[in-house]
Nanobody, 118 residues
Framework: VQLQASGGGLVQTGGSLRLSCAAS????????MGWFRQAPGKERDFVAA????????YYTDSVKGRFTISRDNAKNTVYLQMNGLKPADTAVYYC????????????WGQGTQVTVSS
């Protein structure tokens, strides 16, 4: 599975962005997909995940109510809608794929920069 993330950019506090992650390869709908982020000088952190069917989603507490993860299995794409952005959301965002919710993420995209200005 190859992953290509896009949609990052520069936005003001309170603004919105939608990240996309296009996947190539077979059986996209069998993978749990996740978004992670890494701020300068910090470790990469979990942001959100969605199961293969899209029936279950998970979020880190700091983005609940502001971010929404979704997927379109017909397009082999997962999205991260980010609303109410804050400077603390500034990071490189990565999409990743895992064979199940309980598995490690084994495929990673290249990352897309999100910068939120105050």
């Amino acid at each position: 599975v190859q992953l290509q993330a896009s949609g990052g950019g520069l936005v003001q506090t309170g603004g919105s962005l939608r990240l996309s992650c296009a996947a190539s390869g077979r059986a996209f709908n069998s993978y749990t997909m996740g978004w992670f982020r890494q701020a300068p000088g910090k470790e990469r952190d979990f942001v959100a995940a969605i199961t293969g069917s899209g029936s279950s989603t998970y979020y880190t507490d700091s983005v609940k109510g502001r971010f929404t993860i979704s997927r379109d299995n017909a397009k082999n794409t997962v999205y991260l809608q980010m609303n109410g952005l804050k400077p603390a959301d500034t990071a490189v965002y990565y999409c990743a794929a895992a064979r199940s919710l309980a598995s490690d993420y084994v495929y990673w995209g290249q990352g897309t920069q999100v910068t939120v200005s105050s």
